[in-house]
């Protein structure tokens, strides 16, 4: 059965830019995620409810949790009572896709976010603005249209999956229509928004007056998103397109799912590898939000650490694998990080 393409942004247009708000700085999920049709998931659903039940047992919910401590002694600050002690930090990698029964965490990492007074996240999701943000900066103005901006193939191939509801991505750059169309998928099987982990500890940190920390802007990662040139943006929703069509989401959000609840730092990476790299455009994204940041939030890491914060850092998990990782950058900078299970 096909599934049309106007149940994707026009009928819920406020709450998938809340989404993508969200959901922003998982560059390496959202860019690369497959997209799978309405029938193919209300079917899977119901075959893999049992599995998701008995993979989310409340309180086991382990993810990636790291513990960051220097190696050279020297390297002290001073606590309240103006003691020396050892800084330690702790990193907790989260994933983009999150239902009600994620919760409760484990607890280690409800321990290591309750042992800290700052609380330190990529971007603060929950800002009134972030929606309107993302919107403006990845929306066309007339007589300016997304069909002016693509191949007439890839034009014609949206078309006619959207039929008479066409005209309402004519708005839209090709960054965001492609993750509009994943992100309306992700919520038809089951993931929430509002469940997002970010979310829950930015929460958490106001509720227990906690410092919170940005490292990035909604802006700045929306004019990277707003970067991509006309070829690179093309491919990108091509590349969307053309998974949307084989139904493979699914499969890919429960692999993904299943490999962060295992702690499993290694095929998580793979699986967040494959995805960032199938097209131009998500190569670019991946490059930009990913990459070149890792050196710079290790220094923020190492710099708050040495000023006698408590921190729990927040960062997506596509930071966390590869040469280029937080973790490796950290170890390049002096620190012992050892992954807490």
């Known amino acids: 059965m096909k599934t049309k393409a106007k149940h994707f942004i026009g009928n819920n247009t406020g709450k998938l830019l809340r989404y993508l708000a969200l959901g922003l700085m998982c560059a390496g999920l959202s860019t690369g995620a497959l997209a799978q049709t309405k029938a193919q998931t209300k079917e899977q659903t119901k075959a893999s409810k049992l599995a998701n039940n008995k993979a989310s047992t409340?309180?086991?919910?382990?993810?990636?949790?790291?513990?960051?401590?220097?190696?050279?002694?020297?390297?002290?600050?001073?606590?309240?009572?103006?003691?020396?002690?050892?800084?330690?930090?702790?990193?907790?990698?989260?994933?983009?896709?999150?239902?009600k029964d994620f919760y409760p965490l484990s607890t280690p990492v409800q321990k290591a976010y309750t042992q800290a007074d700052t609380v330190v996240v990529e971007i603060d999701s929950s800002s009134d603005t972030a929606a309107q943000t993302l919107a403006n900066k990845l929306s066309y103005s007339a007589p300016d249209t997304l069909e002016k901006h693509i191949s007439p193939v890839v034009w014609g191939t949206?078309?006619?999956?959207?039929?008479?509801?066409?005209?309402?991505?004519?708005?839209?750059?090709?960054a965001l229509v492609a993750m509009g169309l994943k992100a309306e998928v992700t919520m038809q099987l089951g993931y929430d928004p509002e469940q997002s982990l970010d979310l829950h500890f930015i929460n958490a940190a106001r509720a227990?007056?906690?410092?919170?920390?940005?490292?990035?802007?909604?802006?700045?990662?929306?004019?990277?998103?707003?970067?991509?040139?006309?070829d690179e943006g093309n491919a990108l929703l091509a590349n969307t397109l053309d998974s949307f069509r084989k139904g493979e989401l699914k499969s890919r959000l429960q692999a993904v799912r299943q490999a962060w609840l295992r702690a499993d730092a290694d095929v998580l990476g793979k699986l967040l590898l494959e995805t960032?790299?199938?097209?131009?455009?998500s190569q670019k994204i991946t490059h930009m939000l990913v990459d070149d940041k890792n050196e710079r939030i290790a220094t923020q890491m190492q710099d708050m650490m040495r000023q006698g914060k408590k921190a729990f850092f927040v960062v997506d998990a596509g930071h966390m694998t590869g040469e280029r990782s937080i973790i490796a950058q950290l170890k390049q900078q002096g620190l012992q990080v050892k992954q807490i299970r």
């Open 158 to 174: 949206l078309k006619a999956m959207a039929g008479k509801s066409i005209d309402q991505f004519q708005t839209y750059t090709p």
């Open 276 to 281: 960032s790299q199938q097209d131009a455009g």
């Open 208 to 230: 227990d007056n906690k410092a919170l920390v940005e490292l990035d802007s909604i802006e700045f990662q929306a004019d990277v998103l707003a970067s991509l040139n006309d």
């Open 58 to 99: 409340a309180g086991k919910v382990k993810g990636l949790l790291f513990e960051i401590r220097p190696i050279k002694q020297d390297e002290m600050a001073q606590d309240k009572d103006n003691k020396m002690s050892a800084p330690v930090g702790y990193l907790f990698g989260t994933i983009q896709i999150a239902k």
